[in-house]
């Protein structure tokens, strides 16, 4: 049996990758951090059959620890501070988590790799926004990267310190570099899910505004179910590497907003929505759409979930939820 160690198991792609890694058959371990970290309890009844190990990306002590308990074949390095826009305000703290926490969990798999004699093989969760100022479109495992936020950079760190450690110790570390991905598991702060489920409240008569930021942002939005799918496939590869893993097309925020209203029947969704300075970012990533032809030739990978169905998932999925919520007017803006 294949034993799996997974950071960040918490979040939105966490869920779908432990659920993917059981369902062949893995023993996974997930490393949650924090006392009494509320997503603890949920993560023992959603995922009961995965093993929780208590850890932080800042502290190499417990990692080690985590990978001594787990002796993992693959590691999963999905741990991250990730919303962009919460970066510019917390730099410091984003730097050391997003990117520095990479380098503790390359140094805690080299090590264990030393101790046990055993390859460990090392997914590290890399990121579009690292694209930045786009110098290509669509973009590949070759545009230069010129990040635009505090998580970006971090990022950066982490994908180049994931590609030497590949280089000089010869592990086989490799990078996902994935566009945007979606589900209604997604973080209400992402724009996505703050839309879909704004347009499942405004159809319940529990919100009357959405205030949002720019607009006028594209973004290649996939499903997250199908992008766990490929960090898994990198990972079953004879040789590591980088890919693109994303759809190839791209939408504007503008564009979501008509889909999703769509699903409640609203074609003029202006009345509905407002935008506010406080939403909108320092600096802007304007355009990013992904090539991901290497993810495709080389793991056999492909998207199944397009756009339209992905923004009705998610406006369904929200529907149920808060229909089953209790009614409760929420301030503007959330
Ligand atoms: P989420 O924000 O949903 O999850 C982040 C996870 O990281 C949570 O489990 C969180 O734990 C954990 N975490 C945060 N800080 C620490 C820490 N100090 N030590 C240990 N764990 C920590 O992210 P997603 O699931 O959406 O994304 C997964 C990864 O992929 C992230 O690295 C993200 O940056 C990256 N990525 C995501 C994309 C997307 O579109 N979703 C696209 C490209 C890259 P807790 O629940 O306790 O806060
Ligand atoms: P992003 O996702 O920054 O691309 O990072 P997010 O959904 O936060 O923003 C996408 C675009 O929408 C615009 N926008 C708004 N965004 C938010 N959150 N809230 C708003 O009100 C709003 N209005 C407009 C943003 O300006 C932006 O252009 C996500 C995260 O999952 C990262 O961790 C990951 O690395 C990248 O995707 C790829």
């Given amino acids: 049996m294949r034993r799996a160690l997974i950071t960040g198991i918490t979040g939105q792609d966490g869920t779908y990758l432990a659920e993917l890694l059981l369902a062949k058959g893995y023993e996974v371990f997930g490393l949650v951090r924090g006392q009494n970290n509320p997503k603890a309890a949920y993560l023992e009844c959603a995922l009961p059959d995965v093993r929780v190990l208590t850890g932080d990306l800042l502290d190499l002590p417990s990692l080690m620890r985590s990978f001594a308990r787990a002796d993992p074949d693959e590691v999963y390095n999905l741990g991250a501070i990730s919303f962009v826009a919460h970066s510019w305000e917390n730099a410091r703290m984003v730097a050391d988590v997003t990117g520095g926490g990479v380098l503790n969990m390359l140094e805690a798999a080299r090590l264990h790799q030393e ?83 704004a347009v499942a409240r405004i159809a319940l008569g529990m919100q009357h505004e959405l205030v949002l930021g720019n607009l006028d942002a594209m973004r290649d939005w996939g499903f997250a179910g199908d992008y766990v799918e490929a960090m898994h496939l990198m990972l079953r590869q004879d040789l590591p590497d980088d890919y693109v893993i994303a759809t190839g097309e791209t939408h504007s925020v503008r564009e979501f907003l008509d889909v999703a209203f769509a699903q409640i029947g609203v074609d003029d969704w202006s009345g509905f929505v407002r935008t506010s300075a406080r939403f909108v970012r320092p600096a802007e990533v304007d355009l990013l759409v992904g090539d991901w032809s290497k993810a495709e030739f080389v793991l056999g990978w492909r998207p199944k979930v397009g756009f339209e169905e992905l923004v009705a998932m998610m406006v369904a999925a929200d529907l149920d939820a808060e229909a089953r919520t209790e009614t409760a007017p929420v301030p503007a803006g959330h």
């Fill in 115 to 197: 101790r046990s004699g055993r390859q460990v093989r090392f997914y590290q969760a890399s990121s579009s926004e690292m694209f930045g100022k786009a110098q290509a479109v669509p973009q590949n495992e070759t545009t230069l990267l010129w990040p635009r936020s505090p998580y970006g950079v971090a990022k950066v760190f982490g994908h180049h310190m994931t590609i030497s450690y590949r280089e000089t110790y010869g592990m086989h570390a490799s990078s996902g570099i994935l566009f945007n991905h979606e589900s209604p598991r997604r973080g209400r702060e992402f724009v996505t899910r703050k839309i879909s489920r």
